[in-house]
């Protein structure tokens, strides 16, 4: 061997120590056996953000049970090779809208499987930990949590104009001079590959839209996901920083969408139930794998117990129990169920509310976060808009004195807020009935959100 290739492997093997400190305990060749290749985050990031939750809790605005309601617009550029809709990688639009449905029932507290929850789910383990209330259901569990945060096909691009299919950019890579994403057989080269071709040259606005690129992969790669972080201010310079042509979601063109609720889509059998985009918009918003990307480790959630390691496959409860000892003795195992761990698709159903609250600190603090879902691009959804005659959208009884019940005829209840005559929201809800009992006499402006956008009704209390 000559002696400037011996420098250069030594040099190299430096390189390759410097890229471990800076990127956790993980080799990039452990991480290509895993479903998901995001990166852990750097301690600078982590140490920025704990110091805004402890504000946001320090607001009380947790404890009072607020928290901001967002509909975050999406876009997903699904990258082929000039296929027809619906034949892959060129998706069809019904498997991007069964994995929306997917994303909305799994951050909305609703996933399709969370009856499976067991009835004793963790009670053991919260209560030898004192777990806050706030944190738990009536059965002393770990709450199912609901994040308050919705996904929405964008209706217009980032020009402005009106979008032919909402939520779906196709982009020919052919057509663009782009190499073929299948070439691209190890971690390194597919993020180079992504970072500096493909999102650069297809990004839409990062502060209006979340954008997921969906591509075909080489068979060598295993993993089915990345995710950015949510960048912070002051903290741009730090290693796998997400900028504004990078932030944003890879998934393989494979892993999206719901068998179950689009039989006649493309999938690969260990990715269909559309938690591989779940989990990897759970770090978007600032989640952290579960069991801390360490032994016992800390993903810097209380209501979440430690795990030893990550899980695969579909475990049984109770799983692992004993298997940490700090920083508690996990008595009722792991939360294998938790979105953030690597089980399969239909063994997930929850993410916990201190989860949540990463999730909402990065909505409400992250430069790339914080004015999502304030432009009106999913206006079909986010519009006020005026009950059409035989939408039968309605109030009663009205006046009301006790219970108000709303009515939104075939149309879906997502959302019902009531607002005084100041314009201050007085109550929220997700249920088609509302106790205004204490309400004081008065007009009233309730806005009934649905699938096909937000109607103003007028109600008055006695
Ligand atoms: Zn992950």
Known sequence: MSTSKTKN??????????GLILTGSKTLAQNESQPCATEEPHFLWEEAFQKLIHERLASGEETKKIS?????PVVFHIVHGGQSVGTYPNLSPGQIQSQLTILNQDFSGNSYNASDYPANAFVNWAASQNIPSANLDPNGRIKIADFNIQFC??????NGNPMSEPGIDRINYMAKGWPDPTQFATQTTMKTYLDNVVKPQSVWNVTKYLNIWITDKSTA???????????????????????ATTDGIWCFSKAIGSFALFPSGSYISQFIDGRTLTHET?????????????????????DTPPAADQNTGTPAYPHNAGSCTSPSLNIDGEMFMNFMDYTRGPSKYMFTTDQKTRAQTAMLNSPFRNQ?????????????????????????????????????GTQTIRRVQILNQTGQIVAESRASEVSVDKFCTGIYLVNVQTEKGIFSLKFSKL
Not at 11 to 18: G, K, P, V
Not at 68 to 72: E, G, H, M, S, T
Not at 221 to 243: M, R
Request: with cysteine; hydrophobic share 40%; charged share 15%.
């Open 282 to 302: 759970g770090h978007y918003l600032g989640l952290r794998h579960i069991w801390g990307d360490a032994a016992c480790g800390n993903d810097f959630c209380a």
């Open 372 to 408: 999502l879902g304030t432009h009106d691009l999913c206006d079909a959804v986010t519009a006020i808009r005026e009950v059409q005659s035989g939408e039968n959208i309605r109030l009663f009884p009205n006046p009301a004195a006790g219970i108000l019940r709303i009515s939104a």
């Open 221 to 243: 790669l295993s993993y089915a996901g990345v995710s950015s972080v949510p960048p912070l201010s002051g903290l741009s310079d730090i290693p796998n920083s997400a900028t």
């Open 9 to 18: 492997m030594k040099f190299s093997t430096l390189l390759l120590y410097i």
């Open 68 to 72: 901001n309601q967002y509909v975050i």
């Open 153 to 158: 096909p964008a209706t217009r691009d980032t």
